[in-house]
């Protein structure tokens, strides 16, 4: 399998080469030069997989330069019940993102069972492994950086805490994450976990590491890595839970599934994409935003604006609050037929804070073939979801999987089961909860004490320097 960047213009590259790696050097996105594809025989033949048997199903096609034993033993170490079992209490321990079936034709795909309660867990704590043996057979290290508003930075650190060849410098606004996010990254105790937060604001956190990211040269001297969503082996990752969820609701492989997607970075949606040009057979692919609406008007006007932080709202379905889309760019590679040139012209509008009109360039007819639809939802609406959810099937779903579940009604079609992707535990966000229902959320037991662990964290300025000095101080710990 060869990777190719969306751009173009980039040598080609083996899944090992671009894990631990992140943009393409022409600034394009990697991806799969050709989609693997499953016949229907193969289909089969997966249709009753467990969970680990799925994914090596799937993940050999893309990491097909790993050995398969190792691939194997990575996958079997990565989704077993102790790892995925312990969100929900009433979730059934012995299958990894079960479905939860509201009504007939209308389901839930758990996928936050996993130790920080967000969807993230799934590829996170695969790739976790995947650093682990990649850097042991190349005998090298990694410092990853990265700045989170919330569910990244924890899943990130639940992933890679404890690995010898890994430290995470994670930077967190002061303000904006809630209680229950903030005591679950800064209760690690583990060394090779730092946790900076920063006297500022989400977008501050992120222009620092940027800032880092860009001396090319101070990069390399302290072997400064990424785990951001564009990470291939991430959207990969993703794609596998697609497969358990259609297999989960269909008899035959001749049915249509559609599924309701909460989106930010456009990371989980590109997963259903190319779980689709690998021959799963989905109808619609959902994307559902909140306020922060950049690609459900991309997809009812064929104009995609990424928007400046500054005009980014704050909301309560907070890991969406995302103007700029970054994984995007893979699907419109998709939408160009590969014309690589065509997304580099494309993005090169945007890198200047440009919008593009894909209705004027005739391509909303491909769009439309690809069955993406969207809509949005807003504070209202999830509260309200919220509501309607609990009372009409007792089930307690948290702000951004309502928005889901909003926009995939909106959606539905008769006789095509919908599936909604669960992309967070209410637990995470107790004051949308209490506005909504008027009490708090159930929580798992083992995370009954969570804020009132010891926390372990420094506060620092928003100065690039400070950042990288502290780097430096630790990264040879
Ligand atoms: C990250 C996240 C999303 C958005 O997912 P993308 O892959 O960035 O589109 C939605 N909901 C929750 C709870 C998240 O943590």
Known sequence: MKYVSTRGNAPAQSFSQILLGGLAPDGGLYLPDVYPHFSDADLEAMRGMSYPDLAFTVLSRFADDIPADDLRALVNKTYTPAVYGYGRPDSDYSQITPIRTLEPGLHILELSNGPT??????????????????????????????????????????????????????????????????????????????NLVIRGVFDDCQDMVKAVSNDLEYKEKYRIGAVNSINWARVSAQVVYYFKAYFAVTKTNKDKVSFSVPSGNFGNVCAGHIAKQMGLPVDKLIVATNENDVLDEFFRTGVYRPRGSAQTYHTSSPSMDISKASNFERFIADVTARNYAQVAELWSAVDKGQSFDLKAAGLMDKVAAYGMVSGKSTHADRMETIRDVWERYGVMVDPHTADGIKVGMEHREPGTPLVCLETALPAKFEDAIEESLGCKPERPAVLENLEALPQRFEVLDVNVQAIKDLIARHAND
């Open 117 to 194: 309660l967000a969807f993230k867990d799934m590829a996170m704590q695969l790739l976790g492994n995947l650093f682990e043996y990649a850097l042991n057979k190349a005998g090298r290290d990694i410092n990853i950086l990265g700045a989170t508003s919330g569910d990244t930075g924890s899943a990130a650190e639940y992933a890679m805490r404890g690995k010898k060849n890994v430290k995470v410098f994670m930077l967190s606004p002061k303000e904006g994450m809630t209680r229950f996010q903030q005591a679950q990254m800064y209760s690690l105790q583990d060394a090779n976990i730092h």
